[in-house]
DNA sequence: CTGAAAGCGCTTACAG
DNA sequence: CTGAAAGCGCTTACAG
C-alpha cells in the first residue's frame, strides 16, 4: 500500500496554480485564453468566440473557421466557464437539488436528466447533509454561480417559499406543490388503485400498511389512495395496522418483527409498504419467523427497485418510471432554459403495478 | 393530484430573467450589484467588497463597516460568485467527483467532506452515468469553471492520467494511485487480516470468497490481503472457490445459489464477501435454501453498513470510517487551497473488524 | 482609511 | 465577413 515516498511522487506530479503546496519548483501553467488562439490564428478574439460557440453560420469565412478550429485544437484551447458566463449573463450549470441521494432509484433519476440536457448543460448535484435541503443561504451561494437552471427533487413547501428563485425551475416528484413551478410527478395513486384491486382480487379483505416516516409527499399520496381504492373494495385496514419507519431494511424488520404477532390474531394477510425497502424488511423478518410468503402473507412494495425482481420470492410493486421522471424534467427545465413555452406546466407519468410472487403463487 | 389550473398557477408564480415562459408580464428582478450597495451606503464598490469579504481589519473605518453591512441588508446584496471568480482567478467551487453515489457509504462519506470544508466552500458533485467516470471532455468544461479543488473518489488510473488537472486534487480511496496525488486511503488490509484470524480461530479451514467485479482496486485489495492472511493461517482458499458479482443483493444471491452445493460438498464452512451487500445477498439465499448462519456457514462482509447492525443475524464486516474518509480528504484539500503544506500527502485510515452473529454463535 | 482604475476572459452589438 | 470597443461584476494593487 505504501509506494516509494509518495510525498514526493505527489510533488512531482501536481502542478499548483499559485504555490505548489508540497515542495519542488513553482509550475504556472499559463492558462489558453482566447487572445492567444486569436494571435495564433490571426483573427480577433471576437472571431474565435464566434467558432468556438459555433456560431459561425454567415458571420466567419472557412477560411477563419479552418484556421482558428486549427488554433483551438493545437493549443488545446477551452472557452473559461467563468469568463463567457459573465458576459453572458448565465452559465451553463444545471443545478440538482435532492434529499436523498443514496437511493438506486434516484441514480436512474439522474441518467434521465442527463439523457435530456445533453451536451450543452452540466449537471451538478448540490449536496448536502443526508435527507436534508440546503438552507436559504446556501441556495443564495448556489444561485450567485448563475446556474442556467435548477431541478428539484422531492422537495417540500418551506423549501420552495425559500427559493424564491427568478430562474428556470422544475420540480419532480413534488406532488401538491405544482403551484410553485413546473412539475413532473408519478401518478401513484393509479398504481395504489391497481395494487388493491389486485389484493381483492387474491381474496385479502384484512390488510396491513407500513408505511415511510419521512415527511414526503409521496408517501401520504401513495397511502392515501390504497387506502381509498381498498375500502371501496371491501378491504379493511384498521387505523392500528398502519405503521411507520424509516426507509431501512432493518428498522423495518424490527417493525414487522414487533406487530406481526398481533396483525395476525386480527386476521391480516396482506402487508402493503410504502417502499420495496420496507418490504424487503418484512420479507425478511418473516423469513426468520417461518412466515411463508404468499400464502401466510402477501407482501407489496412500492418503486421497484432492481432487487424486487431478483429477490426470492419476487416483490409485487408498484412501478415507478425514474429514468423518464428525470428525462422529462430535464426536457421542460431545458424548453425553459431556451426561454420556449411550455405545452404543460404538469406533466404526470403513469405508474404500473408489476405482480410476482410476493403477493401471488402463479406469478412467474 | 390535479390542483385547480396547476399551468396557470405556475405561470402566476414563476419569474424568469428574460422573457416569462408561460404566460404573463415580464418580470425581470434586476440583480443587485456592489455598485448599488456602494450607491446607498455613500462609499465605493472597493469598499464594499472588503467589507462583503471581511477584509476590513485596519482597512474599512467601523463607521463605514457599518452603514455597508447596513446597505447590504437592505438590498439583500449577495456577491456575484461569477464577477468575483472572473477577479479572483478561481471559485469557491470544490468538485466533488465519483462512480458510484447509490451508496449509504457513500452519503457518510459526504458528510465528512462538508464538515471539513465548512461554508467557504460549495460542494457540487459530478454526476456522471453509473458507475462510471467523466469524459476528457467533461472534465475540462468541468475545470473551466474554475474549481477551487477537485476530489475525486474511487479513481482509476485512467482518469487520473486524462485529468491531468493543475488545481488542488485529494483522491479518496486510491490505494496504489498515491503517485499521482495526495490521497486518503482505507487500511483494508488490516481489517482483512483480522477477519482471516477470527475465522482462523472459529475453526474455519475451508473458505469461499465472494469478489466484487467492478474493476476498483479497493477490492483487489481485500481480497488478496484476506488470502495471504487466509493462508499463513491454514486456512484454505481454492481458486474455484472465488466467484465474483456486480455489488447487487440479487446477483450475489443467484451466484450464491448455484454455486453452495458444490461449496458445501468440498467442505466450505464459511464465506468472505468483498462488500455487505454482496453478504446480504448471501444471508437472504441462505435463509430460502435453509442453510443455517452461522452454523452451517459463517458469513462475512466489507463495509459496515448500517443494516449490517440491525440484519438477522448481525453481520459480521470489516468497519470502514466513510466519515472519517471524507473529513481527511476535504481537511487535505482545504489546506491545499490555502496554498499551505501538506505535512504528509498520504494519509491511511484504520479499519476494524465488527464480530457480529453470521460468524460466531456467541456474538450479542 | 478611501476611491479611481485596471484587469480577470469572454460575448455582443456596432460600425465598417 | 471582420475587428475595436464596451461591458458583464468583482477584486486588488496603487496613489493619496
Not at 440546503?134 to 443564495?140: F, G, T, V, W
Not at 432493518?250 to 418490504?279: K, L, M, Y
Not at 412494495?301 to 415507478?320: C, E, I
Amino acid at each position: 500500500m505504501e509506494s516509494g515516498d509518495p510525498r514526493q511522487d505527489a510533488a512531482d506530479r501536481l502542478e499548483h496554480r499559485d504555490e505548489p503546496p508540497i515542495a519542488g519548483k513553482p509550475v504556472r501553467p499559463h492558462r489558453v485564453t482566447a487572445a492567444m488562439v486569436a494571435a495564433r490564428a490571426g483573427v480577433s478574439a471576437a472571431t474565435v468566440s464566434l467558432v468556438a460557440n459555433g456560431k459561425t453560420a454567415g458571420r466567419v469565412s472557412e477560411d477563419n473557421v479552418v484556421r482558428v478550429r486549427a488554433a483551438i485544437q493545437e493549443l488545446g484551447y477551452v472557452v473559461d466557464g467563468i469568463g463567457s458566463s459573465l458576459a453572458k449573463g448565465v452559465s451553463s450549470l444545471v443545478l440538482l437539488v435532492a434529499p436523498d441521494i443514496s437511493n438506486p432509484f434516484f441514480a436512474k433519476v439522474i441518467d434521465g436528466v442527463r439523457q435530456a440536457l445533453g451536451a450543452d448543460y452540466q449537471v451538478l448535484l448540490s449536496v448536502t447533509d443526508a435527507g436534508s435541503f440546503p438552507q436559504a443561504d446556501d441556495i443564495r451561494r448556489l444561485l450567485s454561480l448563475r446556474p442556467a437552471g435548477l431541478l428539484v427533487d422531492a422537495p417540500n413547501a418551506r423549501f420552495l417559499e425559500d427559493l424564491s428563485a427568478s430562474i428556470p425551475l422544475v420540480l419532480l416528484d413534488a406532488p401538491g406543490l405544482e403551484s410553485y413551478a413546473p412539475s413532473v410527478n408519478l401518478d401513484v395513486a393509479f398504481g395504489a388503485r391497481e395494487l388493491a384491486a389486485h389484493l381483492a382480487a387474491e381474496g385479502h379483505r384484512t390488510v396491513a400498511y407500513l408505511d415511510s416516516v419521512t415527511g414526503t409527499d409521496t408517501f401520504t399520496l401513495r397511502r392515501e389512495a390504497f387506502l381509498t381504492a381498498a375500502a371501496t373494495l371491501g378491504i379493511h385496514v384498521a387505523p392500528d395496522r398502519i405503521i411507520g419507519t424509516t426507509i431501512d431494511v432493518g428498522a423495518a424488520a424490527a417493525a414487522f418483527a414487533s406487530t406481526w404477532p398481533a396483525w395476525a390474531r386480527a386476521g391480516v394477510t396482506a402487508v402493503v409498504c410504502g417502499t420495496d425497502t420496507h418490504a424487503y424488511g418484512v420479507l425478511q423478518e418473516a423469513r426468520v419467523t417461518g412466515v411463508r410468503i404468499p400464502e401466510d402473507l402477501a407482501v407489496a412494495g412500492f418503486d421497484d427497485l432492481p432487487y424486487s425482481a431478483t429477490s426470492n420470492p419476487g416483490l409485487t410493486s408498484v412501478h415507478l418510471p425514474a429514468e423518464s421522471l428525470g428525462f422529462e424534467a430535464g426536457d421542460q427545465l431545458r424548453r425553459l432554459m431556451l426561454g420556449e413555452m411550455l405545452a404543460q406546466s404538469q406533466v404526470t407519468l403513469e405508474t404500473s403495478l408489476l405482480i410476482r410472487r410476493s403477493t401471488s403463487v402463479s406469478a412467474p
